[in-house]
């Protein structure tokens, strides 16, 4: 970060700006809610590059360890991270960085960025069912079923706005330094 211009720490800003305004807005549907805060991490990922994207992430969730109520149901602190959410919060950072890497080596490739989304977005299910099973001791199949199944046609739905709206908009963006 130390290198980081003034601007680029200003569009990292309102991309945790954004996650902070759109995560807390959640549908709990059980013990993982479904909220805003996994599209907003993927046009991170997508429209900031790895590095941007990754601080952008990094600096919502210490903006929620520190008690900020940016969570999902307006919630925030530590005590949240160590839920049976916390896995996934953690694995936004991965799902940006993957995004990030495939936006900045192979924007060319039209199959890459929502490609990219995919294994990012496996990546966050892997990390946060694991840590859900380790918070509550359900079984692989049990946690498959609460934390993974109700959430992929959501999902998929908010990888292909994404990718939309970043293929639209990366372009405008090129005042950021690559």
Do not use: E
């Not at 495939?102 to 199959?111: L, S």
């Amino acid at each position: 970060m130390r290198n980081m211009k003034t601007k680029d720490l200003c569009v990292c800003a309102v991309m945790a700006a954004l996650m902070c305004l759109a995560a807390p807005l959640s549908v709990p549907i059980g013990p993982i809610p479904i909220s805003l805060a996994t599209f907003i991490v993927y046009l991170a990922g997508a429209l900031l590059g790895w590095k941007r994207g990754a601080v952008a992430v990094g600096v919502y969730i210490l903006l929620g360890a520190v008690g900020l109520p940016v969570f999902s149901g307006y919630q925030g602190g530590v005590q949240k991270l160590l839920g049976v959410t916390g896995g996934y919060i953690v694995g936004y950072l991965p799902l940006a960085v993957i995004t990030g890497l495939a936006a900045d080596r192979m924007a060319d490739r039209k199959w890459a960025l929502p490609a990219a989304m995919v294994a990012g977005t496996a990546v966050l299910y892997a990390l946060g069912t694991v840590w859900f099973m380790a918070m509550t001791g359900n079984s692989l199949g049990a946690s498959m079923g609460m934390c993974v199944l109700p959430f992929l046609p959501g999902d998929a739905a908010k990888i292909a706005v994404a990718t939309v709206l970043s293929v639209l908009v990366r372009p405008r963006l090129s005042f950021l330094t690559r």
